[in-house]
């Protein structure tokens, strides 16, 4: 089990630079086709000012951050997903992110973890991601 | 405007699994094995809940061709999804104004069992307030 104390735990603050052809690598794994994602120009001419980072990418992010915390033997799953943002992310932009361990809820074996993953953009925060993962320990 | 609700109907590949294992880093062995998945207590390979999610994106889409840009989406991940479940997800419009839009999302696997639920928003931008 994970002890609660670490509620509050943060990461590093980790500059993260996304690059069109990751955009549009994820982009082909979800079968979007939307020409926004994938021509500058269509991106440029929709309003943005490169190609934008679809809305669900962010927990992508998690891969450049440490979050020690989570390793242990249990199953884990994500049960809940939000992301708000004050502005679409934009690829060839360099953001400043980390995850902070916002809360820790035990019931029986399951312990039930929200994080928030935080994005800035020159210390403005401009978009938030929470995950709440489920993390299953097997019981003695 | 396109006329909602939209339903998609999609069935989860072990290919769609492990690309999105490639791109997320997520290689967690009971997305690939069903014996590590059986040991997890599923009854076969998981889909990542994020591979959903992004797929239930596919609706609102086009609208961010046309000056909308996404400001929250939230989804629960009721139950899980495993390999050659066949999903379908439906958006249903909740309000509708000159500046905002906001959708129920909905997703049940072919037992029509619930798998996903969440809503998203979007906002208009305008010249005083410019996308980015």
């Known amino acids: ?140 | 405007m396109e006329s909602f609700p939209k339903t998609m109907e999609i069935v989860i590949t072990n290919k769609m699994i492990r690309q999105y294992a490639a791109i997320s880093g997520d290689v967690n062995p009971i997305h690939f094995s069903k014996t590590a998945a059986k040991k997890a207590g599923f009854p076969n390979q998981v889909a990542h809940g994020m591979l959903t999610m992004a797929l239930s994106t596919i609706f609102i889409s086009p609208l961010l061709q046309r000056q909308w840009r996404v400001v929250y989406f939230r989804i629960k991940f009721s139950s899980p999804l495993f390999i050659d479940d066949r999903l379908t997800i439906q958006a249903t419009m909740m309000n509708h104004s000159e500046e905002e839009l906001s959708f129920k999302i909905s997703g049940n696997n072919q037992h029509n069992a619930p798998i996903i639920q969440g809503q998203i928003k979007l906002k208009k931008c305008t010249e005083s307030k410019p996308p980015v």
Not at chain 1, 5 to 15: D, F, K, R
Not at chain 1, 93 to 113: E, S
């Open chain 1, 1 to 140: 089990m994970i002890d609660t104390t670490l509620i509050g735990a943060e990461t590093e603050i980790v500059s993260i630079t996304i690059t069109r052809e990751e955009v549009q690598k994820y982009c082909r794994v979800i079968s979007e086709e939307n020409p926004i994602y994938h021509q500058v120009q269509a991106a440029r001419k929709a309003g943005y000012k490169d190609i934008p980072i679809p809305p669900t990418f962010p927990t992508l992010f998690w891969q450049a951050l440490k979050t020690p915390w989570l390793d242990s033997d249990a199953v884990v799953i994500h049960s809940e997903q939000t992301f708000s943002y004050e502005v679409p992310l934009i690829s060839n932009m360099t953001y400043q992110c980390k995850i902070i361990l916002g809360n820790i809820r035990t019931r029986g074996n399951k312990q039930f973890l929200k994080h928030r993953l935080l994005i800035f953009d020159n210390n403005i925060e401009i978009a938030t991601s929470e995950t709440t993962l489920v993390l299953i320990f097997h019981q003695e």
